[in-house]
């Protein structure tokens, strides 16, 4: 007979995940705002900023996975500072990259960013299909929903790597503009998402 996890083992593995997604967040920040400063990468900055709002964000979560009373109310208005927070750095973005591509600066190479973009898109994968599991399993909508910003995460490392690589292989230094264009709506979305608060009902 399989014997099937406790509700308390679910969401002692959803916060497992959620420590993971913070510690993996929080090196991929530091690595890549430092990166994207030496070669001058708005692309690689914007990831890496992305990335400490996603620390934040999936800290919200964690602490909700934690709380044994109502928290609803406080959860919303740390999620709608979250929103605000990442239409900010989407205006900012998108405001940087188009300036970038029209006044020709050419970015370096950044071969720590391949290798942090390329990471990523192995890891981010793997945590959004774990937290699906769990979240199907304790019907968590919040979870649910913090699974598929992982899942956005992925397609931004993506899209990070491709410009990166089109710029430090081929010398097409405006890859790594219109790679920061491409990452403006994902990052305005999170934002949206965040402001509706789609992520505050744990249930």
Same mark, same amino acid.
């Given at each position: 007979m399989t014997s099937h996890p406790s509700?308390?083992?679910?969401?002692? =593995?959803?916060?497992?995940?959620?420590?993971?997604?913070?510690?993996?967040?929080?090196? =991929?920040?530091? $690595?890549? $705002? #430092?990166?994207?400063? #030496?070669?001058?990468?708005?692309?690689?900055?914007?990831?890496?900023?992305?990335?400490?709002?996603?620390?934040?964000?999936?800290?919200?979560?964690?602490?909700?996975?934690?709380?044994s009373g109502d928290g609803a109310a406080r959860e919303a208005q740390a999620l709608r500072l979250v929103g605000?927070?990442? +239409?900010?750095?989407a205006a900012w973005v998108g405001y940087e990259s188009a300036t970038s591509l029209w006044s020709?600066?050419?970015?370096?190479?950044?071969? $720590?960013?391949?290798?942090?973009?390329? +990471?990523?898109? $192995?890891?981010?994968?793997?945590?959004?299909?774990?937290?699906?599991?769990v979240a199907a399993r304790l019907e968590s909508r919040a979870l649910q929903s913090d699974s598929r910003q992982t899942s956005l995460c992925a397609y931004l490392s993506a899209i990070l790597l491709a410009g990166l690589l089109?710029?430090?292989?081929?010398?097409?230094?405006w890859a790594d503009g219109v790679a920061a264009l491409l990452m403006v709506p994902i990052i305005a979305g999170e934002g949206i998402e965040a402001l509706r608060g789609e992520r505050c009902d744990c249930h």
């Open positions: 509700r308390s083992e679910e969401l002692r =593995e959803g916060r497992r995940l959620e420590y993971l997604t913070i510690a993996w967040n929080a090196v =991929e920040a530091v $690595v890549s $705002v #430092a990166a994207g400063m #030496a070669a001058g990468s708005i692309a690689l900055i914007g990831f890496g900023v992305d990335s400490v709002i996603e620390s934040g964000s999936g800290a919200v979560l964690l602490w909700r996975l934690q709380e605000i927070t990442f +239409l900010v750095l020709g600066e050419a970015p370096s190479a950044s071969y $720590v960013g391949i290798a942090v973009a390329a +990471l990523s898109l $192995v890891v981010m994968p793997w945590l959004a299909h774990r937290k699906r599991r089109l710029n430090a292989v081929l010398g097409w230094w």
